[in-house]
């Protein structure tokens, strides 16, 4: 009996004190313990990550990397998953394929959805409408794009649209690229859209094509800015970004997520360029670049900006 006694008075200790431990344990939702940060990068082919090779018209030379190797490098050392649904093939039917990423994300949204390019064909792309209609045909497309993004709950982090004018006819036709004008009316609708929406956050993909095709990229790496001539972070097609662009783009994304994920969820890293060249496998492309005269000692773009 004494036994039977002693071994009951030990259960309830042990009981007493768990519950103890339970009660001091913080609470989480079901689910949500101990799981990776999940990072989603939905788009086209700049984040898909399309090189302007032999088949395509362009350069051997040409190369670059998917967006989603940057990014995992970015955040190499947290605990995070990395998945890309951005695909090669927007092009042909962006309200088709757009609407197939969006709804495979939808399903198990994640914390944070990149999507740099993916509004990219909602406002390029043909349109069936006369040179007066153009405008609104246009508009009517790319307000079905942030329709589509709305349907997501999660941070967001988009791009604008850049002007592509002067890119390769091979690769978009001139009929296929806005009005100068119509760029402008469709980036006001995206940053008013934002506006309303604090989970959304506008990466100046507009401005960062306009530095790389206009005044050039200065390159902030550790050892001091490297100068890119107007360009020299394009593929031949100017159009899309060589390893060493899609290094500078993350550089700048890093910001722009840190800026729109709630603290509660992670803290990102804040990491510098020369970790990104790496991600990017885009070493042999800053050799070469500092191989050429007169690159060095301009001032680095201000990150973010």
Partial sequence: MRAHASSCRFLAFVTFVASLAWAQ?????????????????????????????????????????????????????????????????????????????????VKNPPDLVVAVDFLFWYGYGYVDATPDGEAAARKARFEHGLALLDRLPCPIVVGDLPDVHGAAARMISPRQIPPVAILEQLNTVLADWARARPRVRVFPLRELVADMKGKGIALPLAAGPLQVQPGGLMQGDKLHATRLGMAYLGFLLQTHAAAVLPKDVA???????????????????????????????????PPGK
Wanted: hydrophobic fraction near 40%; charged fraction near 25%; glycine fraction near 12%.
């Fill in 25 to 105: 344990t913080p609470s989480v939702a079901s689910g949500e313990a101990a799981r990776p940060l999940r990072v989603e990068i939905i788009g086209a082919s700049v984040s898909a990550g399309f090189t302007d090779g032999p088949m395509t018209g362009g350069s051997a030379d040409n190369r670059t990397v998917p967006l989603q190797k940057v990014v995992r490098g970015w955040l190499d050392g947290i605990d995070a998953k990395v998945q890309s649904r951005a695909d090669l093939l927007m092009f042909t039917d962006a309200e088709g394929r757009g609407s197939a990423q969006i709804e495979r994300a």
């Fill in 267 to 301: 803290v990102l890293p804040r990491r510098p360029f020369d970790d990104f060249v790496i991600a990017a496998d885009a070493g042999g492309d800053l050799d070469d670049l500092r191989g050429k005269p007169a690159t060095a000692g301009a001032a680095a773009t």
